[in-house]
Structures are given as structure tokens and as C-alpha cells.
């Protein structure tokens, strides 16, 4: 498996712009998480869903930010617009959970996202 | 207080030596732990998990989990350069499919 597949690897946009990140979980995983981290705050949870489900979006800063997984093979976490304060290391990670006993999450190599 | 708590260092050993990184949590529900170890502009990537009181040993790293005390840690031994990274701690509940993490230790070992 190639593990968690994130796209692109790199973004850089303007103010106001949209962005879109894309991820692939590993195969067989049921749990996908976005994450997004910088030094001031660390690795922040952003939103986790379950069997394509949302389960806990309270780590969305704000309107701007809204994420769908369609299926379990794709999710998507856009900005729009974004902001210089959006610029960040985002992560996407999967996991399992089976029978209550969750796995630990592979993560993705991260989009570097700089908003100019 | 957050969930879980971490030194956030920086910690500095020689190299040979042991490292001690050390985690807290404040949910007594939590049932499994996770250390994650993070190279600078790289992803994090798991490196012991434990579920049971006591010692988990996997070469030269040892979790150590103490329910009671709400306590998990890692200690590395015979640390090398190559251990320099951020040490983040995950704490999971039952039935939750989302961890918690740390901040990080930040962990330089000098040659």
C-alpha cells in the first residue's frame, strides 16, 4: 500500500483564493482525520469522520474552512477564501476502528500551504 | 488544562545516553497511548503504542503507561543523532476513533 496520499505537496495562493486539499486514505481504513499544524499552535484536529460520516467537525476555525469525503476513497478540505493566517502544514491521516479499539493514524506527507 | 500535556523541552542528550520523554492526561477513560516521533518538515510517524499498565519494550525504545497516575513515557537508550526529532504523545478513549495529542518534546542528541 502506499499509504496515505495527499495533493499537492505544496500551495501557494493569494489572499482570498481558493484552496483545495486532497487526500486518499490507506485501503481498508475507516477513520480519516485532517489535521493542521504550525509552531504557534502545534497539531490541531480540524475534523474526523467515520465511515465517510463527519463525526466531530468542532475543530473548523471557521465558516471558511468545510471538508466532505464522498467516499472512503477521497476527502477534500477547502478554503475559501483563505487567509495569511490559514498558512500551515495540513495533514490528513487514516486509521481503523474495529470493535472499539482504534488503531494508531498513518498520516499523509502534508500540504505546506502558504497564503500570500 | 490541556488533555495531554508534554514537556515541550528542547531536551539535550549525548549521544549513548537515555532519553526520557514524559507525557500526562487528563481523561481516566483514555485506554490506548501512541508515541509519534516527527522529523523537522516531515510527517508524523508512529513508533510504540501501549495499552496495558507496566513496560512495553521494542528494541531500544520503552513505553512505560501508569493508569493511576494518568503517566505515560518513552525512554530511548542509547540515544543516537538520528533520534532527533519531536516526540508528540496520543492518548485515545474506547470506542473513539480520533486521538488526542501533545504538543511535542522536542529531543536534540548531540554527538
Known amino acids: 500500500d502506499a499509504g496515505v496520499i495527499q495533493s499537492p505537496r505544496h500551495e501557494v495562493t493569494e489572499m482570498g483564493q481558493e484552496v483545495t486539499l486532497r487526500c486518499k486514505p490507506i485501503s481498508g481504513h475507516n477513520s480519516l482525520f485532517w489535521y493542521r499544524q504550525t509552531m504557534m499552535r502545534g497539531l490541531e484536529l480540524l475534523i474526523y469522520f467515520n465511515n465517510n460520516v463527519p463525526i466531530d467537525d468542532s475543530g473548523m476555525p471557521e465558516d471558511r474552512f468545510s471538508a466532505k469525503m464522498p467516499n472512503a476513497s477521497f476527502s477534500t478540505l477547502k478554503i475559501q477564501p483563505s487567509e495569511p493566517r490559514d498558512s500551515a502544514v495540513y495533514f490528513c491521516a487514516s486509521s481503523l476502528l474495529w470493535q472499539g479499539l482504534g488503531t494508531e493514524a498513518f498520516f499523509g506527507q502534508g500540504t505546506r500551504l502558504t497564503v500570500v | ?111
Open chain 2, 1 to 111: 488544562q490541556k488533555e495531554v500535556e508534554q514537556n515541550s523541552g528542547p531536551l539535550s542528550v549525548p549521544e549513548g545516553a537515555i532519553a526520557s520523554l514524559n507525557c500526562t492526561y487528563s481523561d481516566r477513560g483514555s485506554q490506548s497511548f501512541f508515541w509519534y516521533r516527527q522529523y523537522s518538515g516531515k510527517s508524523p510517524e508512529l513508533i510504540m503504542f501501549i495499552y496495558s499498565n507496566g513496560d512495553k519494550e521494542d528494541g531500544r525504545f520503552t513505553a512505560q503507561l501508569n493508569k493511576a497516575s494518568q503517566y505515560v513515557s518513552l525512554l530511548i537508550r542509547d540515544s543516537q543523532p538520528s533520534d532527533s526529532a519531536t516526540y508528540l504523545c496520543a492518548v485515545k478513549r474506547p470506542n473513539a476513533g480520533k486521538s488526542t495529542f501533545g504538543d511535542g518534546t522536542t529531543l536534540t542528541v548531540k554527538p
